[in-house]
C-alpha cells in the first residue's frame, strides 16, 4: 500500500525555521508531483508549494521567498524548508503526491497524515 508519511512539524517563535519531510513508501511506479498543503480550522485547505516531476514548481503567494520546496527522487522523498516563521502560518501541514503505483495503475492523488506547525509571537 501507498504511504506518505510526514515529520519535522512542531512549536517555534516567529521567526524561527522548520524543516518538513514527507517520504512516500510502496510499490511506486512514478511519482508526478509531490507537494505540500496546510489547512486550519474553518478555512479552505491551501497551496503551499507543489514540485512536478516535469514542469515548474509552484508557490502560494504567501510564503514566496520564505519557503523553499525539494524533492529527493531516489527516496521518494519531498521537503519543505520554512524560514521567517510567521503566526499565521500555523496549521496541519499536509504532504500530497500524485503517483502511479501497483496498486493504482493511472495516477491517483494520495495524502499524508499532516502535521502540525504552530508558530507563536
Known amino acids: 500500500q501507498v504511504q506518505l508519511v510526514e515529520s519535522g512539524g512542531g512549536l517555534v517563535l516567529a521567526g524561527g525555521s522548520l524543516r518538513l519531510s514527507c517520504a512516500a513508501s510502496g510499490s511506486i511506479f512514478r511519482i508526478n508531483a509531490m507537494g505540500w498543503y496546510r489547512q486550519t480550522p474553518g478555512k479552505q485547505r491551501e497551496l503551499v508549494a507543489t514540485?512536478?516531476?516535469?514542469?515548474?514548481?509552484n508557490y502560494g503567494d504567501s510564503v514566496k521567498g520564505r519557503f523553499t520546496i525539494s524533492r529527493d527522487n531516489a527516496k521518494n522523498t519531498v521537503y519543505l524548508q520554512m524560514n521567517s516563521l510567521k503566526p499565521e502560518d500555523t496549521a496541519v501541514y499536509y504532504c500530497?503526491?500524485?503517483?502511479?503505483?501497483?496498486?493504482?495503475?493511472?495516477?491517483?492523488?494520495?495524502w499524508g497524515q499532516g502535521t502540525q506547525v504552530t508558530v507563536t509571537s
Open positions: 500530497n503526491a500524485w503517483l502511479v503505483s501497483g496498486a493504482t495503475p493511472i495516477p491517483t492523488g494520495y
Open positions: 514540485m512536478p516531476t516535469n514542469g515548474d514548481i
